[in-house]
């Protein structure tokens, strides 16, 4: 049962510019988080953001969470070529996490 | 640092073999998991543990089963293991509701 869509399911930019990447959910959400994962390796975890917040920041990145239209943004800001690698929001209830088949982003050298 | 480790990156096993994937958390979570990723699929749910000894089917049980008997080890377990369940298989833990750790992952293909 996929609760979290992310949108594009891939992006390819330029070194130097922004990502954006949006993540729509259906059911309400204690908090909503963004994990990365590098080729064949396991998930990162990057942040998460909790239901009665709106924004937040982590070094380059920028998470808002919009719960009236059930989506979230995480942008990318000034994108290195070690951001490659795929996005993937995760929703979250009381127990487990329903994840996103998340977004492909190549950032060109 | 939380860690969470996976007994083999990769294995190579014959249709009807018993598999056994193996994972140890070292941050004394009460939640462990088991995912198996697959292309255009994303991330499913296999199992997950919320305490020593229990467990709860997820999204996709059928084929496997999972032991939890110490609170720091969850065992993913293929009582005949099939060519469909070739797959990269993520084991994670958490707190209840907070930041799911993983870790790298084991890369199973089943001839």
């Known amino acids: 049962s996929q609760q979290g869509e992310e949108d594009p399911q891939a992006l390819s930019i330029q070194e130097g510019e922004n990502a954006t990447m949006n993540c729509s959910y259906k059911t309400s959400i204690n908090n909503l988080q963004w994990y990365r994962q590098n080729s064949g390796r396991g998930l990162v975890h990057l942040i998460l953001i909790r239901s009665n917040e709106r924004e937040k920041h982590s070094g380059r990145l920028r998470v808002t969470l919009d719960t009236s239209k059930k989506s979230s943004s995480l942008l990318i800001t000034a994108s290195r070529a070690a951001d490659t690698a795929s996005y993937f929001c995760?929703?979250?209830?009381?127990?487990?996490?329903?994840f996103g088949k998340g977004t492909k982003l190549t950032v060109n050298p | 640092d939380v860690k969470v480790t996976q007994s083999s990156r990769y294995l190579v096993k014959r249709t009807g073999e018993k598999v056994f994937l193996e994972c140890v958390q070292d941050?004394?979570?009460?939640?462990m998991f088991w995912y198996r990723q697959d292309p255009g699929l994303g991330l499913r749910l296999i199992y997950f543990?919320?305490?020593?000894?229990?467990?709860e089917k997820g999204d996709i049980p059928e084929g496997y089963s999972v032991s939890r008997e110490k609170k720091e080890r969850f065992s993913l377990i293929l009582e005949s293991a099939s060519t469909n369940q070739t797959s990269m298989y993520l084991c994670?833990?958490?707190?209840?509701?907070?930041?799911?750790?993983f870790g790298p992952g084991t890369r199973l293909l089943v001839l």
């Open positions: 995760a929703t979250g209830g009381s127990e487990k996490l329903v």
């Open positions: 941050m004394d979570h009460e939640n």
């Open positions: 543990s919320y305490d020593v000894k229990m467990k």
């Open positions: 994670a833990s958490n707190e209840l509701g907070e930041t799911q750790y």
